[in-house]
């Protein structure tokens, strides 16, 4: 699906496991970097590494945390486990025993295995990886529907950001139009008062008019107003498009934000000083958005 993708979210998701069931809540918040954060039962701790390389090979931006818990499961299997070392200690010390008292028999391996602590119980080596792919299914329910809240969350932001767009687009389009009326009238006024000065002997014409020439220059913002059409074109394709745009987004916000600077350095009128702040206004709030951007 094309559109932007919020940092924000939400998923849970439960699944059998064991015998009884594991749930899994994820969620997603504003993060410049990609940071997992996995709170892990002990009954799945030996999951942690698998799970968080799969989250991390998942997302892209945000701080994710991951919280799961289990819930009715059996018993672990206890396996019988010989106790190696101590039978060879025992059967070594019957031997001892056997030569002393001056017998010929060897160490019987019933005797030995009915000793203490010769057989132990341990549970059931546990199989990380195919338990995994039982457990996995269940973490991807759980990001489904944090991606399915963080698509539609980013759809909301879209719209808010498409119609911040527009209104850049207006007001950078009326600048451009009163700025040939703004230096017109620059140029009328300095000329009426070269004209008034120009009567002084002392004054000299032609550096008046090269004055003229350099304040009309220095008062022209086209190249802004040019470029920052540019970048409006572009962000509104990138909006448009899929995948990770958040910071590709706040580049062009921030070079909107510095061709509206210049260009509001350059405004003379109240007019287009005016239209300026309203441009750099909306663009500020644009990009409070789309910090929540993937």
């Known amino acids: 699906m094309s559109g932007p993708r919020s940092m924000t979210g939400f998923g849970r998701a439960e699944g059998p496991w064991r015998g ?9 918040l504003n993060h410049r970097y990609l940071e997992v954060r996995l709170r892990l039962p002990q009954e799945l701790a030996a999951f942690e590494a698998l799970a968080s390389q799969w989250v991390r090979d998942r997302m892209v931006r945000g701080r994710i945390e991951v919280s799961a818990s289990t819930d009715g499961l059996a018993d672990p299997v206890l396996l019988p486990t010989l106790n190696m070392s101590l039978a060879m200690r025992y059967a070594q010390l019957y031997r001892r025993l056997a030569e002393e008292i001056g017998a010929a028999t060897e160490p019987d391996p019933a005797l030995i295995l009915s000793m ?59 600048m451009a139009q009163l700025q040939p009326e703004e230096i017109l009238a620059y140029r009328d006024r300095l000329a009426a008062r070269i004209s008034e000065l ?20 220095r008062c022209d913002f086209t190249e802004e107003s040019v470029r920052l059409k540019a970048h409006i074109g572009r962000f509104g394709e990138i909006l448009e498009g899929s995948g ?13 934000l510095r061709e509206a600077n210049t260009a509001s350095s350059k405004a003379l009128s109240a007019a287009i000083s005016q239209t300026t702040v309203e441009v750099k206004a909306e663009l500020e709030k644009i990009r409070e958005q789309i910090q929540n951007i993937v």
């Open 20 to 28: 009884g069931k594991v749930n899994v809540e994820v969620r997603s």
């Open 116 to 174: 203490r602590d010769v057989i132990l119980m341990k549970e059931e080596t546990l199989n990380v990886e195919s338990e995994w792919q039982v457990i996995r299914p269940i973490f991807e329910e759980a990001f489904g529907e944090l991606d399915a809240a963080a698509t539609a969350e980013g759809g909301k932001l879209a719209i808010d950001i498409k119609e911040r767009l527009s209104r850049v687009a207006e007001l950078s389009g009326r």
């Open 198 to 217: 120009s009567k002084k002997p002392d004054v000299d014409p032609d550096r008046m008019a090269q004055e003229l020439a350099f304040y009309a220059e």
């Open 244 to 256: 990770p745009m958040g910071r590709t987004l706040d580049f062009l916000a921030q070079e909107m």
